[in-house]
């Protein structure tokens, strides 16, 4: 079965990094397009950003772009968030999920990774 | 990209029906046939419901249907049950560099 584990959130000051794993298995991750979406405390769903199968395409959420960057590496099922300059506003759980069509839906979703940005 | 408008709260007994709007624009849900609908109970991850407007993932019950007119789309859930207390959240591909677009989510109670 399809799954998603986040991990590498915690609490970290602002302007400082952090970077989140999502680990993938049950399906063959190097064929599928993933997308980081978060939602901050009490709020809704905000998308993040996407990366296509390979790599070779990413696109980003305006709050976000500059200083985030999305990866993966498919050899090791892994997608990254690298999250840079984090303010407060960036406080949220974020969820790993896997796309279908290129923007289409998301089909499966992770259990989520808190970050939280306080000094 | 705005984010796509739904009420903030539904409701409704066991056994009826309700449906939940999700209003974008003519450059999201009015250009696409691609709306989907997560549910999300409270303390997990979103669950997705309906796909390219209203087809169904396997395992999601048939009480669950989605449409769409113009720039609104909307998912209804009938004969509802205690088990279907959650919130919703409808999303459309936007066709640009922001790619994908959330609502703001609508709380939906069975009384």
């Known amino acids: 079965q399809v799954q998603l584990v986040e991990s590498g959130g915690g609490v970290v000051q602002p302007g400082r990094s952090l970077r989140l794993s999502c680990a993938a298995s049950?399906?063959?991750?190097?064929?599928?397009?993933m997308h980081w979406v978060r939602q901050a405390p009490g709020k809704g769903l905000e998308w993040v950003a996407i990366?296509?199968?390979?790599?070779?395409?990413?696109y980003y959420a305006d709050s976000v772009k500059g200083r985030f960057i999305i990866s993966r590496d498919n050899s090791k099922n892994t997608l990254f968030l690298q999250m840079n300059s984090l303010r407060d506003e960036d406080t949220a759980v974020y969820y790993c999920?896997?796309?279908?069509?290129?923007?289409?839906?998301?089909?499966?979703w992770g259990q989520g990774s808190l970050v939280t940005v306080s000094s | 990209q705005s984010a796509l408008t739904q009420p903030p709260s539904v409701s409704g007994s066991p056994g009826q029906s309700v449906t939940i709007s999700c209003t974008g624009a003519s450059s999201d849900v009015g250009s696409y046939n691609r709306v989907s609908w997560y549910q999300q109970p409270p303390g997990t991850a979103p669950k997705l419901m309906i796909y390219e407007v209203n087809n169904r993932p396997s395992g999601v019950p048939d009480r669950f249907s989605g449409s769409k007119s113009g720039n609104t789309a909307s998912l209804t859930i009938s004969g509802l049950q205690a088990e279907d207390e959650a919130d919703y959240y409808c999303?459309?591909?936007?066709?640009?560099?922001?790619?994908?677009?959330f609502g703001g989510g609508t709380k939906l109670s069975v009384l």
């Open positions: 999303s459309s591909y936007t066709g640009s560099s922001t790619f994908v677009v």
């Open positions: 049950g399906f063959t991750f190097s064929s599928y397009g």
């Open positions: 999920a896997r796309d279908r069509g290129a923007g289409n839906y998301l089909d499966y």
């Open positions: 990366i296509w199968y390979d790599g070779s395409k990413k």
